[in-house]
T-cell receptor, first 110, second 112 residues
Framework: KQEVTQIPAALSVPEGENLVLNCSFTDSAIYNLQWFRQDPGKGLTSLLLIQSSQREQTSGRLNASLDKSSGRSTLYIAASQPGDSATYLCAVFNNNDMRFGAGTRLTVKP | EAGVTQSPTHLIKTRGQQATLRCSPISGHTSVYWYQQALGLGLQFLLWYDEGEERNRGNFPPRFSGRQFPNYSSELNVNALELEDSALYLC???????????FGQGTRLTVV
């Protein structure tokens, strides 16, 4: 059974800092990996999708990498802003489902 | 283009009753996923439907069930509601298992 872990559980940084969120998974036989953000009490917003054959994807200030062999993905956020404050979740697509990590709660202080 | 829509937004039920939650996927999407997110907890996988068939279910009791209709919309039914079923129920859709998933805003179920 696929297990997805996200570290750290919470992170607080001053505005303008670059930061890295980590996601690890136990079964490397994945179809793809997707990063989301969730604002309190809301649904999830898709940020980036990385196909299993890809190494990284970029969207604006966000860059996600994938190392399938080691079961790791990182989400890099450049020049963080207060509006980036949210919970960030990674999800791994297997043959049978889409499994989520518990998320990293990010706070960016002005 | 409309995103994933869920109804109702909020639902209040009494313990022992049944709840029905609905999800309309993005046009053209054939896969629908259901998740439960209890307060302060992560997303727990409930059900996955694709092309009208149930492909997988998570570790939930049988009183959690659902179906997918020919137009690919989906229903989640929760029978014999318990207090601990109170949670945000989220639905996602995708073109297939290897494509980007999009979520609705969820249904907040409160069991009293």
């Amino acid at each position: 059974k696929q297990e997805v872990t996200q570290i750290p559980a919470a992170l607080s940084v001053p505005e303008g800092e670059n930061l890295v969120l980590n996601c690890s998974f136990t079964d490397s036989a994945i179809y793809n990996l997707q990063w989301f953000r969730q604002d309190p009490g809301k649904g999830l917003t898709s940020l980036l999708l990385i196909q299993s054959s890809q190494r990284e994807q970029t969207s604006g200030r966000l860059n996600a990498s994938l190392d399938k062999s080691s079961g790791r993905s990182t989400l890099y956020i450049a020049a963080s802003q207060p509006g980036d404050s949210a919970t960030y979740l990674c999800a791994v697509f297997n043959n049978n489902d889409m499994r989520f990590g518990a998320g990293t709660r990010l706070t960016v202080k002005p | 283009e409309a995103g994933v829509t869920q109804s109702p937004t909020h639902l209040i039920k009494t313990r022992g009753q049944q709840a029905t939650l609905r999800c309309s996927p993005i046009s053209g999407h054939t896969s629908v996923y259901w998740y439960q997110q209890a307060l302060g907890l992560g997303l727990q996988f409930l059900l996955w439907y694709d092309e009208g068939e149930e492909r997988n279910r998570g570790n939930f009791p049988p009183r959690f069930s659902g179906r997918q209709f020919p137009n690919y919309s989906s229903e989640l039914n929760v029978n014999a509601l318990e207090l601990e079923d109170s949670a945000l129920y989220l639905c996602a859709s995708s073109l297939g298992r290897s494509t980007e998933a999009f979520f609705g805003q969820g249904t907040r179920l409160t069991v009293v």
